[in-house]
């Protein structure tokens, strides 16, 4: 069982093994994910990693690992996403503000270890970047996980056949989103996305592959209408969200028993 970090009182924090303790900090974001499913998805897939991380850690026989979840952080870097109603964006030196000082409260207090749960792609340059700093200026081992293992075997196995593009907000994260309460996705509404403007392109080479920055924009549906999801989420289920959170939280424990043997 993962303890909460807003659940203990000061006594009880007093008392916690600061050096050895890893502080697991969950970054989400609220922002458009489709027709279909909440704006919350990330902030609710945050939560539900917090759980099933929790439940993989006991199977694994490690009930009492040193490790105290820090409520998630509800918005983040959604600037791809801002121009879709709903969707809500810090700039990014506010946003690398906000967990530098969340950082550095925590190691005010001794801890030494934290590790930052992405839930929301954007948020990981500004959090690369964070940890580099983090570790130069305060001297903290910070660490990155990501909260979804999407490339796993048995998570691309529970994407429909011929559902082509699944992505950012496609039928993997809505499934997810169903594990938690069904109630919160609307299937009945939901339209499949296409990445319109990068189908058929080639990639360019000048030395070396280029990227080329996107927006939600991008993707949109067979009428040309922006969508900004990845796929046709219509195939999602609860089931589905249920073996991708529970293989996305198994794939975690190794690191986090790597992280366990660090010494700062």
């Known amino acids: 069982m993962i303890r909460k970090y807003r659940e203990l009182t000061r006594l009880e924090m007093e008392q916690v093994d600061k050096e050895e303790t890893i502080v697991l900090i969950p970054v989400g974001a609220l922002e458009q994910h489709g027709n279909q499913a909440p704006l919350g998805t990330d902030d609710i897939i945050a939560e539900a990693m917090v759980e099933y991380l929790g439940k993989a ?22 600037t791809e996403h801002k121009n879709f109603c709903g969707s809500i964006t810090l700039k990014p030196d506010t946003y690398y503000h906000l967990l530098y000082d969340i950082s550095e409260s925590l190691y005010r207090h001794g801890f030494r270890k934290i590790a930052f749960l992405v839930c929301h792609g954007g948020n990981l340059p500004v959090i690369q970047i964070l940890s580099r700093e983090l570790r130069s200026e305060l001297g903290m081992s910070p660490f990155i996980l990501s909260s979804g293992a999407f490339g796993h075997p048995d998570v691309q196995a529970t994407i429909s056949e011929g559902n082509h593009y699944d992505f950012h907000g496609g039928e993997m994260e809505t499934s997810m989103v169903m594990a938690v309460d069904e109630t919160l996705v609307k299937l009945e509404t939901s339209e499949a996305g296409i990445p319109s403007a990068f189908v058929g392109n080639q990639t360019l080479k000048t030395g070396g592959n280029v990227t080329i920055g996107w927006v939600s924009e991008d993707w949109k549906t067979a009428e040309g209408k ?5 796929g046709d989420p219509g195939g999602a289920t609860a089931e589905k969200g249920r073996i991708i959170l529970e293989t996305s939280a198994k794939v975690l424990v190794p690191g986090l028993m790597e992280i366990r043997k660090w010494k700062a």
């Not at 850690?57 to 959604?78: M, N, R, T, W």
Request: avoid cysteine; charged fraction near 15%.
């Open 226 to 230: 922006p969508i900004g999801i990845g």
């Open 57 to 78: 850690l006991e199977e694994a026989g490690e009930a009492d690992f040193p490790i105290l979840a820090f409520p998630v952080i509800p918005v983040g870097l959604s």
